[in-house]
T-cell receptor, first 115, second 111 residues
Framework: EAGVTQSPTHLIKTRGQQATLRCSPISGHTSVYWYQQALGLGLQFLLWYDEGEERNRGNFPPRFSGRQFPNYSSELNVNALELEDSALYLC??????????????FGSGTRLTVV | GEDVEQSLFLSVREGDSSVINCTYTDSSSTYLYWYKQEPGAGLQLLTYIFSNMDMKQDQRLTVLLNKKDKHLSLRIADTQTGDSAIYFCAEIPYGNNRLAFGKGNQVVVIP
């Protein structure tokens, strides 16, 4: 069974541009989560989608947005890129199991570099 | 991380034991997790402990949970070079469905 796949693996953008990152969850998983891992800042929660709806959002500005498609894949869009948006963006998927979930699975991430 | 705290760096000789500590905040978390991130890779669930347990042993890994102090530790016995990675503890806080991570602890194993 394929794991969580993210594309592209690397992305280089210029300040002010937009970036689109994609995530395909494990088959049967309906929840998708996005995390930002910037250098020295650990993993910061960005967004949670389930059944096509945004369920929760971390402390990020509105230029970070996304969506989830009917096949449960997801996109993360970052508008008006700033240098500090350079980070590894990790996607995870899970079953809708709530707080007792052990099905969380992470992708390998997209490395976004803003120059 | 938002709800968990970890120390940052640990250097250990191959064959020795390494211990990583973490303090979490939500006493109602059902599970507490340890994730491993190897260089250039995503996160891999290493082990977890159910909140009504004090200890869990999984081969070379021992997880200790002190609920009174909200303290979680991971002991790696006979540390090997393949254990060099960043280790994150995590919980799912009440009212959320998402994992909250500590800042991570980088473990460097010296041959």
């Amino acid at each position: 069974e394929a794991g969580v796949t993210q594309s592209p693996t690397h992305l280089i953008k210029t300040r002010g541009q937009q970036a689109t990152l994609r995530c395909s969850p494990i088959s049967g998983h309906t929840s998708v989560y996005w995390y930002q891992q910037a250098l020295g800042l650990g993993l910061q929660f960005l967004l949670w989608y389930d059944e096509g709806e945004e369920r929760n959002r971390g402390n990020f500005p509105p230029r970070f947005s996304g969506r989830q498609f009917p096949n449960y894949s997801s996109e993360l869009n970052v508008n008006a890129l700033e240098l500090e948006d350079s980070a590894l963006y990790l996607c995870a998927s899970s079953l809708p199991g709530g707080r007792t979930d052990l099905s969380y699975t992470f992708g390998s991430g997209t490395r976004l570099t803003v120059v | 991380g938002e709800d968990v705290e970890q120390s940052l760096f640990l250097s250990v000789r191959e064959g020795d034991s390494s211990v990583i500590n973490c303090t979490y905040t939500d006493s109602s978390s059902t599970y507490l997790y340890w994730y491993k991130q190897e260089p250039g890779a995503g996160l891999q669930l290493l082990t977890y402990i159910f909140s009504n347990m004090d200890m869990k042993q999984d081969q070379r890994l021992t997880v200790l949970l002190n609920k009174k102090d909200k303290h979680l530790s991971l002991r790696i016995a006979d540390t090997q070079t393949g254990d060099s990675a960043i280790y994150f503890c995590a919980e799912i806080p009440y009212g959320n469905n998402r994992l909250a991570f500590g800042k991570g602890n980088q473990v460097v194993v010296i041959p």
